[in-house]
C-alpha cells in the first residue's frame, strides 16, 4: 500500500507566480517530513523539511505546511522559477529510519 | 561541500551475472541506506546500516548483500541478476540521530 500519496503526477505554473505541491500520508507513526528535488538522471536533492511538532518551516522561496488531523502537506515555492522545473519527492519518515516516498509530481515552470 | 559518491554511474550486465555497487557517503556521516527506484516508480528503501552494523532492512530479495566497512563506505552486492533488476540504485547517508538523508548521483543497472 502506498503509505505517502502525491496525487497530482504534473503541475504546470507561470514564471513569478506560487506552486504548490501537495501530498498525503496514511501512517500516523510518522513522524518527520522532508521534501526532495530530481532532476533526471541525478539524484534526489534535499531542499526542506518538517518535524511532526511543528506546522510550518520556511526557507527562502521554500515553505513547508504540515497538517498533522488531515496527515496533509504541502511545498510552496513563491516565487517560481523556470529553474524549479523538476520531479519533486514528498518523503516521510519513522523513528529516523527509512524515507518512504510519494510518488513524485513532474513541475514545469514556464518562462 | 564533499557529497555522497557512488560508482559505477553506469552498469551494464548480463542475466545471472553479479553486480557490486559502491558507495561513499559525506565525511563524518555514518549512516548509509539504499534506494532502489524502478522506471516511472518511486525510490524504494532496500537496506540500511549505521555504524558498520545492519539497522533496517526492506525489501531487499536474498539474492543482494550489503555491508558497511570500517572506513564507512558501503557495496551492494548483487549476484544471480534478472532483467527486473535494471534500476537506479542510489545510496543515502546522515549522521547518526539526524533524520535528513543526502543522496548521492546514482548508478544506473542495466541487466541484458
Known amino acids: 500500500d502506498q503509505q505517502v500519496k502525491q496525487n497530482s503526477p504534473s503541475l504546470s505554473v507561470q514564471e513569478g507566480r506560487i506552486s504548490i505541491l501537495n501530498c498525503d500520508y496514511t501512517n500516523s507513526m510518522f513522524d518527520y517530513f522532508l521534501w526532495y528535488k530530481k532532476y533526471p538522471a541525478e539524484g534526489p536533492t534535499f531542499l526542506i523539511s518538517i518535524s511532526s511538532i511543528k506546522d510550518k518551516n520556511e526557507d527562502g522561496r521554500f515553505t513547508v505546511f504540515l497538517n498533522k488531523s488531515a496527515k496533509h502537506l504541502s511545498l510552496h515555492i513563491v516565487p517560481s522559477q523556470p529553474g524549479d522545473s523538476a520531479v519533486y519527492f514528498c518523503?516521510?519518515?519513522?523513528?529516523?529510519?527509512?524515507?518512504?516516498f510519494g510518488e513524485g509530481t513532474q513541475l514545469t515552470v514556464n518562462p | 561541500a564533499a557529497g555522497v559518491i557512488q560508482s559505477p554511474r553506469h552498469l551494464i550486465k548480463e542475466k545471472r551475472e553479479t553486480a557490486t555497487l559502491k558507495c561513499y557517503p559525506i565525511?563524518?556521516?555514518?549512516?548509509v541506506y539504499w534506494y532502489q527506484q524502478g522506471p516511472g516508480q518511486d525510490p524504494q528503501f532496500l537496506i540500511s546500516?549505521?555504524?558498520?552494523?545492519?539497522?533496517d532492512k526492506g525489501s531487499i530479495p536474498d539474492r543482494f548483500s550489503a555491508q558497511q566497512f570500517s572506513d564507512y563506505h558501503s557495496e551492494l552486492n548483487m549476484s544471480s541478476l534478472e532483467l527486473g533488476d535494471s534500476a537506479l540504485y542510489f545510496c543515502a547517508s546522515s549522521s547518526g540521530g539526524k533524520e535528513t538523508q543526502y543522496f548521492g548521483p546514482g548508478t544506473r543497472l542495466l541487466v541484458l
Open positions: 565525511p563524518r556521516h555514518d549512516t
Open positions: 518523503a516521510a519518515l519513522q523513528e529516523g529510519s527509512r524515507l518512504t
Open positions: 546500516f549505521y555504524e558498520k552494523m545492519q539497522s
